[in-house]
């Protein structure tokens, strides 16, 4: 699977994300999004390293989908727990 395809599958893991994480994010819904891009990303990498399985098949396999949130999940919480603590500083 590409790289433009994991932009797009992390484009609607980030809004999934979102609403399994609530809250108020500093910088809003295209930082969300963007967070979601590169968290696709990221779970797409680290299901492959990780796991050392090629369970990330496709764009209609849940494990992509699954890989894509989880590391949109990671990335949203890091980026919540270091811009929280720049805010309050």
């Keep these: 699977m ?12 980030g809004i999934i994300a979102k ?3 609530p809250g108020k994010d500093p910088g809003g819904i295209i930082v969300t999004i963007l967070i979601g891009i590169a968290g696709g990303l990221l779970g797409g990498w680290l299901g492959k390293v990780i796991f050392g399985i090629d369970s990330i098949d496709g764009f209609f396999e849940i494990s992509t989908w699954v890989a894509a949130v989880i590391g949109s999940m990671i990335l949203l919480a890091l980026y919540r727990l270091i811009s929280g603590n720049r805010r309050h500083a």
């Design 19 to 21: 609403v399994l994480m």
């Design 2 to 13: 590409g790289v433009i395809a994991w932009i797009f599958i992390g484009l609607f893991a």
